[in-house]
């Protein structure tokens, strides 16, 4: 039992460290972006069309694809054997590559009309440059769909690292040719640079399919009882998979109509800071966790099932409290590192900022939602969280138009937030009726983990403001004081939460004071 903790934990471990340098490669990514581009109409207009297809790919495969293929997967490969779950694949690969094509050759003809849906809000200028790009970017569809059916297969044989990587590969095309070709082509040639991204996730996969023994091979059967089983389970996990990808399309909507556009290139920015803080911890945790929630299901293992899925919530909450106060309390420095500099002035710093802070409240319903979610579809089970993604749609879509005019782009981003954490309570209840996963013990350590977060914001808003006595409000300033926020507020949580005896930083202090006698050894 103790091996394969330890396994589990090395294996989160090293996908947090892809993740990270994905994520990180992805923010230089975005830098260079505003760098080039700031906030002005070429990048509202590619922001906009490179979230179009990456909308429709997610509303209708997305999360639903390893959701409802990895429990289906995993029964095959547990009760049948490894070459009836590798045609099971071939099948599922080819339906996936024939309804995305067909996805791709209507979302190229309606490029138009999707362009006015989406961002009512441009001017003709810009929402004729938006359709040009959305043209040459909906084929990403035909490859994100391969590249998620891959995910499905090698997360399923307990390869996390790969797919995690695979970020890492498009990333790095795109930045290549900001570096290389972006004076020579500008923004359509940074158009085909991220098409030749996407499809570098796909590509990369294949090498580690082939190793562990899958080969494709073109088969469709719809009457294929694992394939009904898979689209049966699929398609309320696809509703339930709408929330984020639908209200970032509700917030671009409204965005459009704000700063003459420019409200679209802050959120989108925003949203990357705030994916990639709360995203990489978060996710690593999700997806390995997932394949061994399916496992449990089908050895009928619900008292390790209803275990794990409270360990997860509270190690993640552990994280993820801090993380959010903490980000909250530095939004402006954060933007400012990461963005303000060439074209991205402090105009565009501010409203970015201002949308980074009311998406960080959103950080504790998106980490419970994930993990719950992921279990209710290793039960097979998507109907509960088809229920809690429709009702946060509407609630993000009711706040967003109500509170669009009165707080720019800061209202649409508290929309989101307050829609995640709507759909991460819709969770709880059902499951933890069936389960009891939270129980008194779960609920003091999650208050004292407050308390000590709150605290610790108080000690770094105060220490950000001594750190701007001294120290003028540009590059240098704001790196000095992230670091010496981040570097107080970390001392300070730890230092809380191991005097209120909370088990993750007691379990943490012990590994540290082992590795320090260690080397005093």
Same mark, same amino acid.
């Given at each position: 039992?103790?091996?394969?903790?330890?396994?589990?934990?090395? &294996?989160?471990?090293?996908?947090?460290?892809?993740?990270?340098?994905?994520?990180?490669?992805?923010?230089?990514?975005?830098?260079? /972006?505003?760098?080039?581009?700031?906030?002005?109409?070429?990048?509202?207009?590619?922001?906009?069309?490179?979230?179009?297809?990456?909308?429709?790919?997610?509303?209708?495969?997305?999360?639903?694809?390893?959701?409802?293929?990895?429990?289906?997967?995993?029964?095959?490969?547990?009760?049948?054997?490894?070459?009836?779950?590798?045609?099971?694949?071939?099948?599922?690969?080819?339906?996936?590559?024939?309804?995305?094509?067909?996805?791709?050759?209507?979302?190229?003809?309606?490029?138009?009309? /999707?362009?006015?849906?989406?961002?009512?809000? +441009?001017?003709?200028?810009?929402?004729? /440059?938006?359709?040009?790009?959305?043209?040459?970017?909906?084929?990403?569809?035909?490859?994100?769909?391969?590249?998620?059916?891959?995910?499905?297969?090698?997360?399923?044989?307990?390869?996390?690292?790969?797919?995690?990587?695979?970020?890492?590969?498009?990333?790095?095309?795109?930045?290549?040719?900001?570096?290389?070709?972006?004076?020579?082509?500008?923004?359509?040639?940074?158009?085909?640079?991220?098409?030749?991204?996407?499809?570098?996730?796909?590509?990369?996969?294949?090498?580690?399919?082939?190793?562990?023994?899958?080969?494709?091979?073109?088969?469709?059967?719809?009457?294929?009882?694992?394939?009904?089983?898979?689209?049966? /389970?699929?398609?309320?996990?696809? $509703?339930?998979?709408?929330?984020?990808?639908?209200?970032?399309?509700?917030?671009?909507?409204?965005?459009?109509?704000?700063?003459?556009?420019?409200?679209?290139?802050?959120?989108?920015?925003?949203?990357?800071?705030?994916?990639?803080?709360?995203?990489?911890?978060?996710?690593?945790?999700?997806?390995?966790?997932?394949?061994?929630?399916?496992?449990? *299901? $089908?050895?009928?293992?619900?008292?390790?099932?209803?275990?794990?899925?409270?360990?997860?919530?509270?190690?993640?909450?552990?994280?993820?409290?801090?993380?959010?106060?903490?980000?909250?309390?530095?939004?402006?420095?954060?933007?400012? $590192?990461?963005?303000?500099?060439?074209?991205?002035?402090?105009?565009?710093?501010?409203?970015?900022?201002?949308?980074?802070?009311? +998406? *960080?409240?959103?950080?504790?319903?998106?980490?419970?939602?994930?993990?719950?979610?992921? &279990?209710?579809?290793?039960?097979?089970?998507?109907?509960?969280?088809?229920?809690?993604?429709?009702?946060?749609?509407?609630?993000?879509?009711?706040?967003?138009?109500?509170?669009?005019?009165?707080?720019?782009?800061?209202?649409?981003?508290?929309?989101?937030?307050?829609?995640?954490?709507?759909?991460?309570?819709?969770?709880?209840?059902?499951?933890?009726?069936?389960?009891?996963?939270?129980?008194?013990?779960?609920?003091?350590?999650?208050?004292?983990?407050?308390?000590?977060?709150?605290?610790?914001?108080?000690? $770094?808003?105060?220490?950000?403001?001594?750190?701007?006595?001294?120290?003028?409000?540009?590059?240098?300033?704001?790196?000095?004081?992230?670091?010496?926020?981040?570097?107080?507020?970390?001392?300070?949580?730890?230092?809380?939460?191991?005097?209120?005896?909370?088990?993750?930083?007691?379990?943490?202090?012990?590994?540290?004071?082992?590795?320090?006698?260690?080397?005093?050894?």
């Amino acid at each position: 039992m103790e091996k394969e903790n330890n396994n589990t934990v090395k &294996a989160i471990s090293m996908m947090m460290v892809i993740t990270l340098v994905g994520k990180i490669l992805g923010l230089v990514r975005d830098q260079l /972006l505003a760098t080039n581009y700031s906030v002005g109409m070429e990048a509202s207009a590619f922001l906009t069309a490179s979230r179009i297809p990456r909308i429709f790919f997610d509303v209708v495969f997305a999360s639903a694809i390893s959701a409802s293929f990895i429990p289906v997967f995993n029964e095959y490969m547990k009760k049948r054997s490894r070459q009836e779950a590798f045609k099971l694949s071939s099948n599922f690969i080819t339906l996936v590559s024939i309804l995305t094509f067909i996805i791709t050759f209507f979302g190229i003809a309606a490029a138009p009309y /999707l362009t006015e849906i989406f961002a009512d809000g +441009f001017d003709a200028q810009t929402a004729a /440059l938006c359709t040009s790009l959305l043209r040459i970017l909906f084929p990403a569809t035909i490859f994100t769909g391969l590249a998620f059916s891959f995910v499905g297969i090698l997360q399923s044989m307990d390869e996390f690292n790969v797919p995690a990587a695979m970020s890492i590969a498009s990333n790095l095309v795109i930045i290549l040719y900001y570096i290389i070709f972006n004076d020579r082509f500008g923004i359509y040639g940074l158009t085909v640079a991220f098409l030749i991204g996407w499809a570098m996730q796909a590509i990369v996969q294949i090498p580690s399919l082939k190793k562990k023994g899958f080969s494709y091979r073109p088969y469709i059967n719809l009457k294929d009882e694992g394939l009904k089983k898979i689209i049966a /389970l699929m398609l309320p996990v696809m $509703v339930s998979t709408w929330v984020q990808p639908i209200n970032l399309a509700i917030s671009t909507k409204f965005a459009s109509r704000i700063f003459e556009g420019s409200g679209v290139s802050a959120v989108e920015y925003a949203n990357t800071v705030y994916s990639i803080i709360v995203g990489v911890f978060v996710l690593s945790i999700a997806n390995v966790i997932f394949p061994k929630l399916s496992r449990m *299901t $089908v050895d009928n293992d619900s008292k390790a099932f209803g275990s794990t899925v409270g360990s997860t919530v509270k190690i993640t909450s552990f994280f993820v409290i801090p993380m959010m106060i903490g980000l909250m309390c530095l939004s402006r420095p954060v933007i400012s $590192v990461i963005y303000e500099r060439g074209e991205f002035a402090e105009f565009a710093a501010e409203i970015t900022s201002n949308a980074l802070f009311y +998406f *960080t409240p959103g950080m504790i319903g998106f980490a419970v939602q994930t993990i719950l979610s992921r &279990a209710f579809y290793a039960e097979q089970n998507g109907r509960i969280p088809l229920i809690s993604g429709i009702i946060s749609i509407g609630v993000n879509a009711l706040l967003c138009s109500l509170l669009w005019e009165k707080m720019n782009v800061g209202g649409l981003a508290l929309a989101s937030s307050v829609s995640q954490i709507v759909a991460a309570i819709i969770l709880v209840i059902p499951m933890q009726k069936k389960m009891r996963i939270f129980d008194i013990g779960f609920i003091k350590e999650f208050i004292k983990m407050c308390i000590c977060a709150l605290i610790m914001g108080a000690v $770094v808003l105060g220490a950000k403001n001594i750190v701007f006595m001294y120290i003028d409000t540009n590059f240098i300033g704001y790196i000095a004081c992230c670091a010496v926020c981040v570097a107080i507020g970390a001392v300070i949580y730890a230092i809380g939460t191991y005097a209120l005896k909370v088990k993750e930083a007691v379990i943490i202090f012990d590994i540290a004071l082992k590795i320090m006698r260690k080397e005093k050894e």
